[in-house]
């Protein structure tokens, strides 16, 4: 009967835990993937693209959408009528609240100051618009539009106070 030799159970506990451990963890290709996730992304439209081609026309839809009109030819309730109507619009809200997700991003961002707290209100008003809409609760729905247009206003007043008008260039 052959005697075991203790002196080499350290060196190979070693290996064989360096092997158990190697096996568990991610290759390297994939912990650099997880660590750029934000040079991922399409950064192609800026802040003002983005506004001109997506959140602007989404939320005109929005506020076009909502409250009343009283003129020379009478009163006029602006609120969708049939349930493709409010589905509509709550798709156009979707819009608003992934607009501010969309400015947001790393590369768009202003700054991590107040410019993320309007990206996160201009979120959360959308979300409230959707909320709205699916409840077709017209009350809520003008407010949700009401929200957004104080996050647009404070941000253009914070970051943009010589926008004279939605289409300046």
Known sequence: MK???????????????SLVLASCSPPEDDVAEVSD???NYNLTLNVK??????????????????????????????????DDGWNYVRAQAAV???????????GRAVDNDAWMIYA?????????????????????????G???YSVCTACHQAYNPDILSKFSE
């Open 146 to 148: 009401a929200q957004i």
């Open 49 to 82: 693209e983005i506004m001109a081609y997506v959140l602007e026309p989404a939320s005109d839809i929005l506020w076009d959408s909502g409250g009343w009109v009283l003129d020379a030819s009478g009163y006029e309730e602006l609120y969708p009528t049939t």
């Open 120 to 144: 996160k209100g201009l979120s959360e008003a959308g979300l409230l618009a959707m909320t709205a809409a699916e409840a077709q609760n017209e009350e809520d729905f003008f407010q949700a």
């Open 37 to 39: 996730v934000a040079g």
């Open 3 to 17: 005697s075991f030799n203790h002196s080499l159970l350290g060196p190979v506990l070693c290996v064989f835990g």
């Open 96 to 106: 608003v609240a992934e607009s501010g997700n969309l400015l947001a991003l790393t």
